[in-house]
Structures are given as C-alpha cells and as structure tokens.
C-alpha cells in the first residue's frame, strides 16, 4: 500500500511572516519626557509661527479665538477652586453592569463625557485579578533577565503580550468595557472606524512597592504633541469647534481622529495607535496618597484651554508682575501669532504641562487623585485626558496596574496590528516600544496558540473581522481594508 504524501501545515510564524521587527534602539521611556531629564525646550524654527498663521487665518476667526480665551480664562478663574475642594469626588465611580446596559444618555455616560475619566467598579471579579497579578509575578520568576518590564519593577520601560495579560486583554467582560467606552464617542455613519471591534494594544503593567518615588511623572498627555497642531487630520479635531465656541466644542467627536497622524516623529515613547481611552485594570488595593493616578476634571476645559495656549504670549511676564494674579489677568496676555512657542509640546516627546508653560490651568493644585480601587476595578481616562502619577507611594501595600487601552479597528491601526502580530510571534518589542530582544528568549512566551476564542484572536490580528448586518458604510469599508492590510481577506495571508 502506498504510503500518502503528507505535507505538513504550516506553522503560524510561517504563515504570518516575521518581516517587521522592532528597530528602536534598547532603552527607557524616560527620554521621552523632558521634565524626567532636565531637557530644557528649544526653540522652534519660523515654520511653526506659520502654522499659528494658517490655523488662525481670518481676522473673524482671531476675534473669536480671543473672546473664547478670555472667557475660558474666567471660566477656570470660577471653577478651579471648585475642583480642587471638590478632590476626588469629582470623578465618576459607576457600577459595571450600569455602564454595560446604559446608553449615551444615561446618568453614568454623561457624567463620562463631562469629566472625561471614570472608575468602572466591579470590571472583573479579585479573585481573577489577583491570579493574573501572580502569574506576572512567576513568569517574571521564571525569566529574571525581565528588563524593567511590569511588575516588581517601577522604571517602566517595556511591554509584554504575557499569557495572562492577553487573558485579561481578552476576557469577555473587558472586551465588552472596551466596546462600552468606545460607543461613548460620536461618530458620523461615513467615519471609518469600527469601535465594536477592539485591537489589543501591547502595554504595560507597573508595580509600586511602599516608599517608592520613582518615574513620578507629573501632568502630561497621551497622543501626541506637537501633531494636535501640525497634523491637518488631527487639528480639525479642534481648531473650528474651540476658535468658534469652546463651550459647545465636542471633545466625542470621533471622526477627524480616525485619520490623525499623532506620532510624525517617530518618538521613542510615543503611541502611534488611536486609542479613545488609556486605562488600567487595578491589581491591587490603592487609595489616594499610594502612588496612584492623578487626573484633571474637566475634559472640555482642559483640551480647550492647552490647544488656544500657544496663540497667546504674556505682555508683562510673571516677575514683572506684583502678583501672580495679575500675571494671570485676562488683560495681560495678547494674541501673538509672531512667536513660534508651543509650550510644553516639543515635537518628538511628550506633551507636558506646568505652572509655567499652562499657567491658568493651576494643573498641581487642580488635578486630582483617583478614588479608591480594589483588584478587578477599571480606571478610564480620554486620550486627550491630562494625567499625571503621584510623586510617591506613601501606602503599605503595593500599587499595581495593568495598563489596556480602548483602541477601535482603524485602517491605521489595522497596520500597527500586522506589524505587532509580527513581533508577537518573534518575541520582540512591538514597534511603539524602545527595541532590543525582548522577550524573544523567556520562557512560557505566549503564542497565537493561547489566543482561544475568535474574539482574541481578531483583536490580535490572526483572524477577519466580521462585518455585521447594521455596519455603517465607514464600518464595512474599514473592515475590509483591515482584513486586507492584514492579509486575510479570503483566508489568504500576505504580510
């Protein structure tokens, strides 16, 4: 009897080709953030004072762009002490299963959509919280060459795609969080975008030991600098809604976002994937003053104010002034289209914010602690969100994080996602991410085996999207570049 001719199938890696790897050099995001280095910023060339010009092009639309500075001026003048009294109570907590069976015009999204941040209770149960928590902790263990990758470590400076952080990443009632705050967004019915169709971004996790006052990152924003300007995409983000009317700007509004380019420098800490929320999963039991998040109260206030801040230059500056109020007074500081400044975001690095470069948003006084999370509790900030860490963990216990963002189907993320696939599968940093081996040699490194429900496996981009039968024409159309730039459209695999 003749024996059959058997072919092997071939293997995942060999299908999905590991053409991309990650060609940063080796370091710590740190670099990233001049405030971590004592950098200094530098002047920018005359390219940039055109860009004010072109931005703000009509003398109708700088009038409107100074009415609309002095009125958000007397506006965080009223609220700032408001907010700082007002402390941790003005972040929304809301129940999981309110937020999952709410709409946008229930009692928990709006007060989402007014602050900009949340504390989703109850996201996962601590029993499975704190498993994960220690199969990290094993894992790490087990591979002690670990390079400042999660937890046990504070100088955060890597990534991983560990078993159980993809467990959580893919567990259902995460997914449908991520799907929840996605929905939270407005989007027109051409806007190409999927938010029912998360991908799942590779990120950290940290870990805080009592006493620790490393990595104190203050007040900074996620993606992108100086793109919220440069970027035509990303500006009309802001620029018609805030010069018209800050007040009844829409901070939701999804759809200029799709296409924004919000990492033109190729940053060593920048993230090139559009996500409408950062996040963490809490692994832990953390309180105000235990090194946890701190954040601001007010989205539309916030994002308004640091996107006018750099058409207007102080006429006397803060020294010449007899006191910081006048040196803050509405009268004081005057349209300037001439000065190439963008305070606090230098192309390249990260978006800062101080009481010297955003003054009248008094950002060390007016931001705010998170209320207090236990183990399975999800923290949500808006990616225009200002953040910061607090500078020490004065608590007993540790302060751990899982950091999973809520980032929808794009055609832009479509292609982070082949080229994290690829590095996936090789071990190695995704591409956001400083470069080096990785984990490429640890063991129990995961792999597409591990991804065990369809759900997983589409957000890691081994297997098609799925267009539904009520998809919006921006839907279907994204849903098949996806699959396409994947290289699955009709089961074929191109990479």
């Keep these: 009897m003749a024996t059959a001719d058997v072919t092997p199938a071939p293997s995942m890696a060999s299908m999905f080709q590991v053409s991309v790897v990650n060609k940063k050099q080796e370091g710590n995001i740190s670099a990233f953030w001049k405030s971590l280095n004592g950098d200094k910023e530098d002047a920018l060339p005359k390219r940039y004072s055109d860009l004010k010009k072109k931005l703000v092009s009509t003398p109708e639309a700088e009038r409107s762009l100074v009415e609309g500075w002095r009125s958000i001026l007397a506006s965080l003048k009223e609220n700032n002490p408001k907010w700082a009294a007002k402390g941790v109570d003005n972040i929304p907590q809301v129940n999981y299963k309110d937020l999952i069976e709410g709409d946008n015009n229930s009692a928990a999204a709006k007060a989402i959509r007014e602050c900009g941040n949340v504390v989703v209770k109850g996201a996962v149960d601590e029993e499975t919280a704190l498993a994960w928590k220690e199969g990290i902790r094993e894992y790490i263990k087990k591979n002690p060459g670990v390079k400042g990758k999660f937890l046990l470590s504070t100088d955060s400076d890597g ?52 006493g620790d006052t490393s990595f104190a990152l203050g007040p900074h924003s996620d993606s992108g600098t100086i793109e919220r300007w440069e970027n035509e995409a990303y500006s009309s983000c802001y620029r018609d809604g805030i010069i018209e009317n800050w007040e009844t700007w829409n901070p939701w509004n999804i759809d200029g976002r799709v296409k924004a380019n919000t990492d033109m420098y190729d940053s060593p800490g920048g993230s090139s994937v559009f996500r409408t929320f950062q996040g963490w999963l809490a692994l832990s039991h953390t309180g105000p003053g235990e090194g946890t998040l701190r954040v601001h109260p007010s989205i539309r206030h916030a994002t308004a104010y640091f996107w006018m801040r750099p058409f207007f230059s102080p006429i ?15 009268d004081n500081w005057r349209l300037d289209l001439e000065s190439t400044a963008f305070p606090g975001s230098p192309p390249g690095r990260g978006q800062e914010f101080s009481d010297a470069t955003h003054p009248h948003l008094e950002v060390n006084k ?37 950091y999973i963002g809520a980032a929808p189907l794009t055609a832009a993320n479509a292609e982070y996602l082949a080229q994290q696939r690829a590095t996936f599968l090789s071990g190695v940093p995704p591409p956001d991410y ?49 699959n396409d730039i994947l290289g699955l459209t009709e089961n074929k695999v191109n990479i």
């Design 159 to 210: 990534e991983s795609l560990h078993l159980h952080i993809i467990a959580a990443r893919t567990h259902p009632r995460l997914i449908s969080l991520v799907v929840r705050m996605n929905e939270l967004w407005d989007a027109s019915p051409s806007s190409e975008i999927s938010r029912r169709n998360p991908i799942f971004y590779a990120d950290r996790c940290r870990e805080r030991h009592a």
């Design 316 to 330: 006397k500056t803060e020294e010449e002034c007899a006191t910081r109020d006048e040196y803050l007074d509405a």
């Design 434 to 482: 400083p470069g080096g081996k990785g984990e490429s040699g640890f063991t129990g490194r995961p792999t597409d085996g591990d991804l065990k429900t369809p759900e997983a496996r589409r957000g890691m981009g081994f297997e098609k999207f799925v267009v539904a039968e009520n998809a919006t024409e921006g839907e279907q159309i994204v849903i098949r570049a996806a």
């Design 366 to 402: 007016v931001i705010t602690s998170i209320p207090r999370v236990e183990p399975g509790d999800f923290v949500f900030w808006h990616c225009d969100g200002i953040h910061a860490v607090e500078a020490k963990h004065g608590g007993t216990g540790d302060s751990s994080v899982m």
